[in-house]
Nanobody
Framework: QVQLVESGGGLVQSGASLTLSCTAP????????VAWFRQPQGKEREFVAG????????DYADSVKGRFTASRENAKNTAYLQMISLMSEDTALYVC?????????????????WGRGTQVTVSA
């Protein structure tokens, strides 16, 4: 079964930076669009950012624009989410997802493969 694996989460102070990674050893990664979603405790999962199969197109939620950057290295089967100027509101479980094809969708239903997530906690 295809599995995505996230890493890089942790506990940081407000204003700090983190870079999350998402690897997919069993996928031909270059055929997949990758998105990042997050789920704060007790709240709905929400779209954060996405990167097209080539890395040429990205999309971001308004709440993270200018602070988060989605990227990928297909040769390493890895996608990244660079996060700067973290705020307490960014505290959540961050999950990566992948879908075959070029459509960079903000909708969870569009994605076929999911990781289990990595926790990001930002203290005020």
């Amino acid at each position: 079964q295809v599995q995505l694996v996230e890493s890089g989460g942790g506990l940081v102070q407000s204003g700090a930076s983190l870079t999350l990674s998402c690897t997919a050893p069993s996928l031909t990664f270059s055929e997949f669009t990758v998105a990042w979603f997050r789920q704060p405790q007790g709240k709905e999962r929400e779209f954060v950012a996405g990167v097209s199969w080539s890395g040429g197109a990205t999309d971001y939620a308004d709440s993270v624009k200018g602070r988060f950057t989605a990227s990928r290295e297909n040769a390493k089967n890895t996608a990244y989410l660079q996060m700067i100027s973290l705020m307490s509101e960014d505290t959540a479980l961050y999950v990566c997802a992948a879908r075959r094809g070029t459509w960079l969708s903000p909708y969870q239903s569009a994605y076929d493969y999911w990781g289990r997530g990595t926790q990001v906690t930002v203290s005020a």
